[in-house]
């Protein structure tokens, strides 16, 4: 990739670069206001909890080893579920509508990525206040089911887990869309078309041509979905019933309800770890599938 | 693959309709007269008029507003010299300081409120009006960085070659050709930053003390505190300003063009 | 067999030959909306022929190619290949193989792989594949490259790829878009003569579109000239080439050397023609046709056919006066650009190293023809 000698103009020697300086305040502050307290949080989960609350500065791993509990495993495992599942609707959503946003003429694209992009700018407490006037027992959804005949009675659908997994999948559609987009976008029609000469049927060219050539997108888009699903918090809370907790709530529980900071925090680290085995994932993809056709 | 498309159209609108539903909904109940039930009560505009009494509302506008601005003003300043900076920067430096700042981006917002509300716990600082517009300039600043860098990437390096070879010293250069060219990026990335400082939920919940409440925060309290249809015009209005903001960001990146 | 010019032709005239043809088009016609891209084209196709569709392009003669691989389908009209008709059956299912212009090779599967995929689509055994696929690749002079992927061929391996993934297959027919149209001129010549040889090689049944017209005469039994949706010759190379049937046809196929006129009185079998250039002597010309005296024509004669003379010839050849305004040295050619009126230019030829090329620019020259060389055209 010799690209990147084009994007930054030549540097003047080797001495360092007085204009480099500029970039200090900047750095300095996220240094302070984002990566100290970060680390601060990484110290306080190896930290024990004072009798009020409060921290002991005494080194122990009992915080994380307390998230064996089959409580915090259950929040745990129910949060890695409703992401994944989250996940997998959104693609099953996403691709058919990322396809023909793609495939459709080329100066309607803009509108519609911009449709699909709208929401998203919007107010996300605003958006999942929505889903639960749609979703109340005298909601929209059961007002509609009642009337059509296909049920007798309501249905108890908000603070329910399908609640928050509509919730979640609603809140990132986008961004599953988004990265497909690009990646159907960049596919050649003609390729599919070769494939279709070639005797292959409709599900034989997804699956062999279609989804191996658009993985970077798929990589994607599902990472960039089930990153913000399973560190969510607004959705669960607002849709989610007490046994449908996840891990953003268990934070915010662990830290301003019981006041057990040092557990907070490992419990935010291991939502971080999780989050940061998906990039790994991704990054790994990535490097993967630009290797071959790199060199030559 | 003209054969298949009905199929694809057909989820697409789904999908649309999934989209759009719920805001629809929330925007039509705003106008509905009935005071408790989901039913149709006729039309009316007094949860509107409510709004525009409700003191501890426009108190937390006038917070939101604050802080928007405020840590905007932060974040354009220190994020778009980052961008500037970084560009004199070896390569490997460069990639180092982009995967930083994307990190803000990608964890959990719960976890960047509560580790803001550690630090400043531990600071002895005081939670209020200052640690949310601290805690903002936070995640705005990689906002900022970025999309200045994407635009200064863009930039033809020899416009400013030109430049300097008719005389111009580097401020000279920054003045009158790089400066103008980036502006319509620095006020995408002013509005942006304005929206997302606005929208914000999170950080906000955990940094801002008692006395700093906004709009989100409203909304939020009105929300658990059980339904009235106040916020569904709150909510409305919300839906409004923001996809105003995106307009007018859309516009001016389409100027950048 | 040249055909008329006014389509759609009959279906009786093809029909005489002993086999069925292996394509059989039958008047399509194929809207884009208000555009008519295709306009009632009817042909057929033999087994084992090399048949190319010439025209330029918005001719219309990819949109007769992709309703013959299945893609498109005719709006009116019916498309047989082998007896069957085609309506209606979506690519996969269809005998034919098409190579993309672009080759629309699969950048994630490796040559063997790119190969392969149409037999794997049909569930051949993998042993089976291997084997064809190995013959395949052999033919195409490709073997040993199985495991690299396309993007680390050149362009005119991709190029062997593309036409090894249609022809593993043993479609019915093997149909080429342009496909020699990305290659650079000298590795185009190359593959034209060794496409030719696998096509032969192979008993390949082929329907290749092109507007190169020397690549179609090259490698062509037949050529069809398309041009504006419609069909408008049909023939072996050197007929549409010497017997265009009309201006178009003529002009598209090589240069047209013309001259205006009208037609006047009969000279035994032979017409009198009255060029419109006052400056030029009436000749003879020969028509088919028992054209009114008058009527207005267009006389076309190919630069090989112009003999050029210093001094006037002793012949009852057909003459016109002309002035060298051009000589143009192309390597083993030299080519005359020759004013025979106010705004006639004609091209003439002669091999380089003929002592009689002592023309030069200004030199006043004769130009004459056999009687039979020349075609008439007209309005």
């Known amino acids: 990739m010799p690209s990147h000698d084009l994007s930054s103009p030549p540097a003047p020697g080797q001495s360092i670069c007085r204009s480099c300086w500029l970039a200090a305040p900047g750095l300095l502050w996220m240094g302070l206001f984002f990566l100290a307290p970060l680390a601060l949080v990484f110290a306080i989960s190896f930290a024990s909890r004072g009798t009020y609350g409060g921290i002991v500065w005494e080194f122990t791993a009992a915080n994380y080893l307390d998230l064996w509990h089959p409580l915090y495993g259950k929040i745990l495992g129910q949060s890695l579920w409703y992401a994944s599942l989250t996940t997998a609707i959104c693609f099953v959503l996403g691709f058919p509508l990322a396809y023909m946003i793609a495939r459709s003429p080329a100066r309607w694209q803009p509108v519609l990525l911009l449709l699909v992009m709208l929401p998203f700018w919007t107010n996300f407490l605003v958006r999942t206040y929505a889903w639960m006037i749609v979703l109340r027992q005298d909601g929209l959804l059961n007002g509609l089911l009642l009337a059509l005949g296909i049920v007798d009675a309501p249905l108890e659908l908000l603070y329910t887990p399908t609640a928050v997994v509509i919730g979640l999948v609603y809140g990132y559609l986008p961004f599953m869309v988004l990265p497909l987009y690009v990646a159907v976008e960049r596919l050649d029609p003609l390729l599919v078309e070769a494939a279709w000469d070639l005797y292959a049927s409709r599900w034989a060219i997804f699956t062999r041509v279609v989804v191996p050539l658009t993985m970077p997108g798929i990589v994607g888009g599902c990472v960039l979905v089930f990153i913000p699903s399973i560190g969510s918090f607004i959705t669960p809370d607002l849709l989610g019933g007490a046994r449908s907790m996840m891990i953003g709530n268990l934070i915010q529980h662990e830290y301003l309800v019981v006041r057990d900071w040092p557990l907070g925090s490992a419990v935010s680290f291991v939502l971080m770890a999780i989050v940061m085995a998906a990039v790994a994932l991704y990054y790994r993809h990535a490097a993967r599938t630009a290797g071959p056709t790199e060199k030559r | 693959m003209r054969r298949g498309s009905t199929g694809l159209t057909l989820v697409s609108g789904l999908a649309m309709l999934f989209l759009y539903g719920p805001i629809l909904v929330l925007v039509l109940y705003s106008f509905n007269a009935a005071h408790l039930s989901m039913a149709w009560r006729g039309t009316t505009l007094k949860w509107y008029a409510a709004l525009w009494h409700d003191e501890a509302l426009l108190a937390a506008t006038a917070n939101s507003l604050f802080i928007a601005a405020i840590s905007t003003i932060g974040a354009t300043v220190l994020g778009g010299l980052m961008a500037l900076g970084m560009e004199r920067m070896p390569l490997r430096r460069q990639q180092l300081i982009e995967g930083g700042l994307v990190l803000p981006l990608i964890i959990p917002e719960v976890m960047l409120g509560v580790a803001l509300m550690l630090l400043f716990v531990m600071l002895k600082m005081p939670l209020g009006l200052t640690t949310v517009i601290l805690g903002h300039i936070v995640f705005n600043i990689p906002l900022v960085t970025i999309m200045i860098r994407t635009r200064l990437r863009k930039l033809d390096p020899a416009l400013r070659e030109a430049a300097a070879d008719l005389g111009a010293d580097s401020w000279q250069v920054f003045r009158h050709v790089t400066l103008p060219l980036l502006r319509p990026a620095i006020w995408g990335a002013v509005l942006v930053a304005f929206t997302v400082s606005l929208d914000d939920f999170l950080v906000t919940f955990f940094t801002a003390g008692p006395g700093a409440t906004t709009l989100p925060l409203k909304v939020y309290s009105m929300i658990k505190s059980g339904v009235t249809p106040e916020i569904n015009a709150l909510s409305a209005l919300l839906l409004l300003i923001s996809m105003a903001c995106v307009a007018l960001s859309l516009h001016l990146q389409r100027r950048e063009v | ?379």
Request: proline share 6%; aromatic share 6%.
């Open chain 3, 1 to 379: 067999m040249a055909t008329s010019s006014t389509p759609p032709f009959t279906a009786s005239e093809q029909s005489l030959s002993s086999t069925p043809p292996t394509i059989d088009i039958r008047g399509i016609v194929r809207r884009h909306g208000a555009v008519t891209a295709v306009d009632r084209v009817s042909c057929q196709v033999r087994r084992g022929e090399f048949f190319s569709i010439l025209g330029p392009s918005g001719a219309g003669k990819t949109s007769v190619l992709r309703m013959l691989a299945g893609f498109e389908d005719p709006d009116e009209g019916d498309l047989l290949i082998d007896g069957q008709s085609m309506l209606g059956v979506p690519p996969n299912r269809r005998p034919v193989n098409l190579v993309f212009q672009s080759y629309a090779l699969f950048p994630h599967l490796t040559v063997f792989e790119n190969v392969a995929f149409g037999l794997k689509m049909r569930r051949v055994s993998a042993a089976l594949i291997a084997e064809q696929v190995r013959q395949a690749l052999t033919m195409v002079k490709l073997l040993g490259k199985e495991a690299r992927m396309p993007a680390q061929l050149s362009g005119g391996e991709q190029q062997r790829v593309a036409l090894a993934r249609a022809l593993v297959n043993k479609p019915a027919v093997v149909l080429l878009d342009e496909p020699l149209a990305a290659l650079d001129q000298q590795l185009r010549q190359a593959m034209q003569v060794e496409l030719k040889s696998i096509q032969e090689q192979a008993g390949l049944t082929c329907v290749c579109v092109t507007h190169h017209q020397e690549e179609a005469m090259m490698m062509s039994d037949r050529i069809a000239v398309m041009h504006q949706g419609r069909l408008w010759q049909v023939g072996s190379p050197r007929e549409v080439y010497e017997r265009p049937c009309n201006l178009f046809v003529s002009r598209f196929l090589g240069v047209s050397n013309e001259l205006a006129g009208t037609i006047g009185p009969s000279v035994g079998e032979d017409r009198l023609f009255q060029p419109t250039q006052a400056e030029q002597h009436p000749f003879t010309v020969r028509t088919v046709s028992t054209e009114q005296a008058g009527r207005s024509a267009t006389l076309s004669l190919r630069p090989e056919h112009i003999r050029m003379a210093q001094e006037r010839p002793s012949t009852s050849d057909p003459l016109l006066y002309g002035r060298i305004e051009k000589v143009l040295f192309t390597g083993s050619e030299t080519k005359y650009l020759v004013r025979v009126g106010r705004d006639r230019l004609w091209e003439t030829r002669m091999t380089s190293n003929t002592s009689l090329s002592s023309f030069a620019a200004g030199d006043p020259v004769f130009l004459h023809w056999s009687l039979a060389d020349a075609r008439l055209f007209f309005e």
